[in-house]
């Protein structure tokens, strides 16, 4: 998510101006339940289950970054800082689903009752006062008397509000003294003119010693029946998105060797069966996801397992021939022109392909493409339209390892879970698949502080220290990335041209040693990539490249170049102008850095366990402690538009209007 920025607010500016007529300065603070309103979360608010979607910024749970996530109230500000430093109203935000439509054809998710409470501002008036909650929109109403007696840090009292329709645009419950004019607080109500569907397909995977082709149907067990109740009544509602559960779960035995020989699964020192082994890296559980979503796709097709089986095939004797010419053929990436030269009169690659050994690889080859070719042209993917896929099995204990397993994963923005037998068998197991989901539907973990970002509050038209230093890396570039600031590219422009300058090369042979060199590369790296190479581009890379060592057939984009052009439309003085002129830049905002104001900057991400209660949290504190008042029960807001924005770019969701 990034870096994003907000208005900061001088501290003289933050004294509220009241007008004369206002005879209470309190503002009103809208909680999920009466509980939630003197700050308890997790197991410790036992009366909210996740029934509802309701969000409000506490620093308590919150990372001090989100402050940007939130709407904040203009002409109030209450006597408690937000964050350090900072007092403003934060607005609270609620889903509440319309009546009559699928997922709430009982209406029960169209009545929330809530909580409000007054709580003391900067300048304090009359200690109560007659508090009126107005809708802007008439589908919302409010259940009994709209207008509350309340007390500055009195209790708080409940509100019922009750969805009549659907609205298209987020709809404010607004708290005012009745007769007058400020805003005391608001309640920002989501649009709910459209609820998102999808279909829930649960497969069931099994590992043996035999591979079957068919995908039976069979019946959903009580466990998956329960998860998709907490799906529709502790979490995805909370987004106006509801989970249908297919008609059956679908079942798929491999073979768990081929799984092995892949270095995908090994068994433990435990005698368990887990995903990946200890020495590979994360890309493993990638590998695995794609092979069974391959595998599991196929089988749903009339002859897909045959034409799967030719595919893996001629994988394999694409393999092959790098295999086969990877032992005829050798360049060095970082050689020189004359090496380049040598090469080429060596005519390397043409040796190397015309060895008998890759001869036989390559025919070998060209009958798998023949026998692909059969089954036609069209390649075979899981359709995932209208649909979130989790396969589960207890034939695999765990990922990783027994010191760190891991009960669940799911690619972000993938549409699939995978579900492991310890996650099946723990009292959790509901909230884990959920949380897993939540990935598949883009979301990283709420402690996740790369992916996260950061959010800084700055003054607007004001320069801060983190723009200059943005600034000054464009001139230098960063080392650590590899970055070539203006003025490193400036001269290695300026070096090119004087290297050419020296040389009595013929230009033609500089080009087209350029491009030998880009060619010879490009056949290196379809070497390197052999165990991952992609077979349709076998032939548009690697054959194409491989045609002739001759000029002519050198025709190589200029991103497959290994090397800096030589060719720039400035001359050495010009380029000269330009470096004194980056150097000078860099100078002044050298200079400039040194006295400039540093911005706020808060983190969007928690510490672990720290949220006590988002499903994108986990039990355990950084000493790998359990958080005995951790309950996964609640999304932000702002999670629910991300899960709601990946559904509909990808198609997992259909829209129910």
């Known amino acids: 998510m990034g870096i994003s920025y907000g208005n900061y607010e001088p501290t003289e500016r933050k004294k509220r101006e009241i007008k004369e007529n206002i005879t209470f300065a ?30 409000k910024f506490d620093k ?54 809530l909580y409000v409470k007054a709580e003391e501002v900067l300048t304090q008036l009359a200690n109560n006062a007659n508090i009126e909650f107005v809708c802007s929109d008439s589908n919302i109403i409010i259940n009994g008397s709209s207008t509350i007696n309340m007390v500055l840090n009195g209790e708080a009292k409940p509100l019922i509000i009750e969805c009549k329709g659907t609205f298209e645009k987020d709809v404010f419950i607004e708290a005012k003294v009745k007769g007058e ?58 987004a106006y998105i509801y989970g249908e559960l297919a008609l059956s779960t679908k079942k798929i035995a491999l073979n768990k060797s081929e799984f092995e020989n892949k270095g995908l699964l090994s068994t433990k020192e435990d005698g368990k069966l887990y995903l990946k082994k200890d020495s590979e890296t994360d890309q493993s559980t990638g590998d695995y996801n794609d092979k069974i979503e391959e595998r599991y796709a196929a089988s749903l097709v009339k002859g897909g397992i045959e034409k799967k089986k030719a595919e ?33 009169q060596d005519k390397i690659a043409t040796k190397a392909w015309n060895d008998p050994k890759v001869q ?9 493409k023949s026998n692909y070719e059969v089954f036609g042209s069209n390649s075979i993917g899981l359709n995932k339209a209208g649909m979130l896929h989790f396969f589960y099995t207890n034939d695999i204990h765990a990922g990783k390892n027994p010191e760190s397993k891991v009960l669940a994963y799911s690619s972000i923005s993938s549409g699939i879970a995978h579900i492991f037998e310890s996650a099946i068998k723990s009292q959790d197991a509901n909230s884990v698949i959920l949380h897993e989901l939540g990935h598949s539907l883009s979301l990283h973990h709420s402690f996740d502080r790369e992916d996260l970002g950061t959010y800084s509050i700055k003054e607007s038209g004001k320069r801060y220290k983190d723009d200059i230093e943005k600034e000054i890396a464009s001139l230098e570039g960063d080392k650590k990335t590899g970055y070539l600031g203006e003025i490193r590219i400036l001269e290695n422009q300026k070096k090119n041209i004087e290297k050419n300058q020296k040389t009595n090369a013929n230009e033609n042979e500089i080009m087209m040693l350029s491009r030998l060199k880009g060619k010879y590369s490009v056949l290196q790296h379809c070497i390197d990539s052999k165990n991952s190479f992609e077979i349709e581009y076998f032939e548009s890379t690697f054959i194409r490249h491989l045609n002739s060592d001759n000029e002519s057939a050198v025709a190589i984009e200029a991103n497959s170049l290994d090397v800096a052009s030589d060719r720039t439309s400035m001359s050495i003085t010009e380029i000269d102008m330009k470096i004194n002129e980056a150097k000078e830049k860099l100078v002044q905002l050298q200079i400039e850095r040194k006295n400039a104001e540093e911005a706020k ?57």
């Open 26 to 55: 309190g503002c009103i603070q809208f909680y999920r339940s009466k509980e939630h309103a003197v700050g308890k979360y997790g197991v410790a608010d036992s009366s909210y289950k996740g029934s509802f979607g309701f969000d």
């Open 60 to 113: 308590k749970v919150c990372a001090e970054g989100l402050i940007g996530e939130y709407q904040d109230l203009k002409g109030i500000v209450p006597k408690i800082e937000v964050i350090s430093g900072i007092k403003k109203y934060l607005c609270a935000y609620l889903s509440i689903w319309p009546p009559n439509v699928e997922g709430n054809q009982d209406n029960a998710k169209s009545k929330v009752t």
């Open 181 to 238: 004019s400020q805003i005391l607080g608001r309640l920002i109500i989501k649009s709910n003119a459209v609820i998102y569907k999808t279909i829930i397909q649960p497969v069931e995977l099994s590992f043996g010693s035999t591979e079957n082709f068919g995908i039976p149907d069979i019946s959903h067990t009580t466990f998956i029946q329960n998860l998709v109740k907490d799906f529709n009544n502790k979490s995805f509602n909370q």
């Open 312 to 344: 893996e095939r001629l994988k394999m004797s694409v393999k092959e021939v790098l295999i086969q010419f990877d032992k005829e053929y050798s360049f060095k990436k970082d050689g020189d022109t004359k090496y380049t030269m040598k090469q080429y």
């Open 360 to 368: 036989k690889a390559y025919q070998a080859y060209k009958i798998s």
């Open 601 to 657: 900057i808060y983190s969007k991400a928690t510490n672990l366990s720290k949220t006590q209660e988002n499903y994108m949290d986990y039990y355990q504190d950084s000493s790998g402690n359990t958080n005995s008042n951790f309950e996964r029960k609640s999304y932000y807001q702002w999670q629910w538009c991300e899960m709601q924005k990946t559904g509909k770019q990808n198609n997992y969701f259909k829209e129910v209007k």
